[in-house]
């Protein structure tokens, strides 16, 4: 198993060790080797493995993310992403098996968007000038304003795992902004519902997301810089 918060830059450890092995093995340059340190060379190596992927742009970084580093895993066959919470934000993260998939049948729209987007935005201490309007882009484009039918994804490569209490697969996305259950534990936000389909608490999962994947700081005026699928200026992108 690979814990993804210990495949990061600096960082030296076993997990990096395993993640470099992946690499070379799917031909990827490391000059020094499997080191087992996250230097330049393991960066410029996962960036190629994620452009191998598909990823573009600002997703080709050679920042690890979880969709990649599980695809690595993956396609090797040298280890697993391990599911246990991945990062700190929100200090209300939970196991997978807390996460509740009871949908309370929040407000649908772009005027409702933006209100439960200020909400997040307060609890996450995200500026709202950046905030809301970049979370309302991202529900937009994702669930259609939190519409009925697309609170669910059931045609992505995430659509996937054993059925659910909802009766979807495990790993579907799900609610406004379209968490996956592992994502939405491991970026939960203390005090918010544990359910992805509660608007602010999956609003909130994805602010911390996103600090976290894309180094968005803690203000938010790089948010649709650097998540295209914030950024109603350019086409819809996945994040």
Request: aromatic share 6%.
């Amino acid at each position: 198993m690979v814990a993804l918060s210990n495949v990061r830059f600096g960082k030296r450890n076993k997990d990096v060790l395993t993640v470099q092995k992946a690499l070379l093995r799917r031909g990827r340059e490391i000059p020094d080797g499997a080191t087992g340190l996250f230097g330049e060379q393991t960066k410029a190596a996962y960036r190629a493995e994620q452009i191998a992927q598909g990823f573009s742009g600002s997703d080709a970084d050679g920042v690890p993310g979880r969709t990649s580093l599980a695809a690595l895993g993956g396609i090797t066959g040298l280890f697993r992403l391990d599911d246990e919470p991945m990062s700190d934000s929100g200090a209300g993260r939970l196991t997978l098996a807390q996460v509740t998939f009871r949908d309370p049948g929040d407000d649908s729209g772009e005027e409702a968007m933006r209100r439960y987007a200020r909400r997040a935005c307060e609890l996450t201490g995200m500026d709202p000038k950046f905030g809301v309007p970049a979370l309302a882009t991202i529900a937009q484009r994702e669930s259609a304003s939190n519409h009925p039918r697309f609170r669910v994804n059931m045609t992505d490569r995430n659509a996937r795992g054993r059925i659910a209490p909802d009766g979807h697969p495990l790993n579907c996305s799900r609610g406004a902004t379209q968490c996956v259950p592992s994502s939405f534990a491991s970026h939960h936000q203390a005090g918010t519902a544990t359910t992805p389909y509660d608007v602010v608490a999956c609003m909130c999962a994805t602010v911390n997301y996103v600090r976290h994947r894309y180094d968005v700081n803690q203000s938010g005026s790089d948010f649709a810089a650097r998540v295209q699928q914030a950024d109603p200026r350019r086409a819809p992108h996945w994040y």
